[in-house]
């Protein structure tokens, strides 16, 4: 690949979905990018910058995109995100939302992993029952969007972080794979969003997952992101970041919460008391998944 069609590709990529490529990157487009141009029925990847350069809206623009994005998510990544969703953020929301409704945003949601795992906390929830919460899922990828939408997993993707109490009520056996139940399914919505565009559009939250997206991202448009996203928040919204993600250094519409490592809030002292002391919240907190891991020997036909 020449200095140039790289220039070319990894401006493309950045301005489509703010994903920063830097010039040792040469290797990873040039691996990804040679299957598109293939399907394409287009030599390689010289055919390819040519084709783009007549046309940079169009659908193989979006192919090279989403090509170059990292999708991978698993069910429980990191867990304190979710320690924190049950023991610091829901009862703050039981306890101060009167009308009973709560609306949460996982952006770059991919193949849904994360918003199903909050929904099933969601549901085990006994002082959250009775309650409306609307769960919308958003992505650059229409393709992984659709697999959130069927809520169908491999054997593999189930094993990751899933406890096998959960996916024994949860989930059933559909041949080879594993789909979420359709109550679980039904309390999510999944919607294509570019996190670059403005959101107003999504309406307003209570709690936003934005997780192993920003990391992407460059200064600047990690600050307009987060900055857009504390305009779609309460005086007492929060955003959960991913474990190599902050707010720190790139903007003051959020704090992080003391405490409780990745939870930063709009007003942080909202969360003080419930932060770091899973105790105080225990009238509120819905049972934790147990966090042993399916066996790696678990039968398929269990
Ligand atoms: C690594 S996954 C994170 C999934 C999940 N949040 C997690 O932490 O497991 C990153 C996702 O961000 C999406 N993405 C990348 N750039 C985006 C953008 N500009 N707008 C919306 N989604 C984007 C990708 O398509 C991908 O599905």
Known sequence: MTPEEFEFLSDLVRKRSGLVLSSDKTYLLESRLTPIARKAELGG????????????NGSLA??????MTTNESFFFRDKTPFDLFSN?????????????????????ASTGQEIYSLAMLI????????????????DLSREVLERARQGMYTQFEVQRGLPIQLLMKYFKQVGESWQIDAKIRGMATFKENNLLEPLTALGKFD??????????????????????????????GCVLLGAAE????????????PGARGLYARNPEV??????????????????PARQPLSAGLSKTA
Not at 45 to 56: K, N
Not at 62 to 67: C, F, G, M, Y
Not at 215 to 220: E, N, V
Not at 246 to 257: H, L, Q, Y
């Open 207 to 236: 709690i936003i997952f934005c997780r192993n997206v920003l990391i992407y991202f460059d200064q600047p448009t990690k600050k307009m992101v987060l900055e857009r996203m504390a305009d779609m928040l309460p005086e007492d």
């Open 271 to 288: 969360y003080a008391a419930n932060a770091g002391s899973p105790a105080s919240a225990a009238s509120a907190r819905p049972a934790a």
């Open 88 to 108: 610091t953020v829901l009862p703050h929301m039981l306890a101060n939302r009167p009308q009973r409704k709560v609306r949460l945003w996982s952006a770059a």
């Open 45 to 56: 990847i010289p055919e390819l910058v040519t084709a783009l350069r007549a046309d940079v």
């Open 246 to 257: 902050t707010v720190v250094g790139i903007t003051d519409a959020f704090k992080p919460v």
């Open 62 to 67: 979006s192919d090279v995109t989403e090509a």
């Open 123 to 138: 549901d085990d929830c006994a002082a959250a029952k009775g309650w409306a919460f609307d769960l919308l899922g958003t």
